[in-house]
T-cell receptor
Framework: QVQLQESGPKVVQPSEALSLTCSVSGYSINSGYNWGWIRQTPGRGLEWIASVSKAGGTANSVSLRSRVTTTIDTSKNQFSLKLTSVNASDTAVYFCVRGGISGYTIDYWSQGTLVTVSS | EIVLTQSPGTLSLSPGERATLSCRASQYLNSGYLAWYQQKPGQAPRLLYFDTSIRATGIPDRFSGTGSGAVFTLTISRLEPEDFAVYYC????????FGQGTRVEI
């Protein structure tokens, strides 16, 4: 059974960077698929942030592109998100997922973690 | 960017009734890369359908996904109590996007 678990700070200061790591179990990320980040807010609903392939190729949301970096570490079976210069509108539940781009549906989701931007 | 518009925003129905949810894309989705998810409070979305009309593993056959071009539909033939939730459509092309959701409530 594929499982994804995100980890990282639950509170981030305005103008700082939000960093999350997703640990995958039950599947080797080196075997394939794209791996991504989705966030959800009551006002904006579900929003795709970015995706990364096993080879490290990335794709980012146009609206967040200038602030997003995604990386992958196949040796640890993890991938990560960094969102810089955060503000209150970046407060959301963040999910890591398998798939979600280029013809691959999202078949596995993490449980989601609420990240609050606040001083 | 493709915009997905779901309607209605809220559907008020009773158990046993039929639910019809619509998802309209701002451009034709020639790829058919359209999925439906169900989400309950405090949970991650659950995949119901992908590639427009392929039912995901373990999904009851009272759910059906249809559509083509720019108009897609999720139908729940007879609502069970556990089906009351929020449903999202999702295009997973090169620039993924989600609809804003339809809440199915009692």
């Amino acid at each position: 059974q594929v499982q994804l678990q995100e980890s990282g700070p639950k509170v981030v200061q305005p103008s700082e960077a939000l960093s999350l790591t997703c640990s995958v179990s039950g599947y080797s990320i080196n075997s394939g698929y794209n791996w991504g980040w989705i966030r959800q807010t009551p006002g904006r609903g579900l929003e795709w942030i970015a995706s990364v392939s096993k080879a490290g190729g990335t794709a980012n949301s146009v609206s967040l592109r200038s602030r997003v970096t995604t990386t992958i570490d196949t040796s640890k079976n993890q991938f990560s998100l960094k969102l810089t210069s955060v503000n209150a509108s970046d407060t959301a539940v963040y999910f890591c997922v398998r798939g979600g781009i280029s013809g691959y549906t999202i078949d596995y989701w993490s449980q989601g973690t609420l990240v609050t931007v606040s001083s | 960017e493709i915009v997905l518009t779901q309607s209605p925003g809220t559907l008020s129905l009773s158990p046993g009734e039929r639910a019809t949810l619509s998802c309209r894309a701002s451009q034709y989705l020639n790829s058919g890369y359209l999925a439906w998810y169900q989400q309950k409070p405090g949970q991650a979305p659950r995949l119901l359908y992908f590639d427009t009309s392929i039912r995901a593993t373990g999904i009851p056959d009272r759910f059906s996904g249809t559509g083509s071009g720019a108009v897609f539909t999720l139908t729940i033939s007879r609502l069970e109590p556990e089906d009351f939730a929020v449903y999202y459509c999702h295009h997973y092309g090169d620039s993924p996007t989600f609809g804003q959701g339809t809440r199915v409530e009692i």
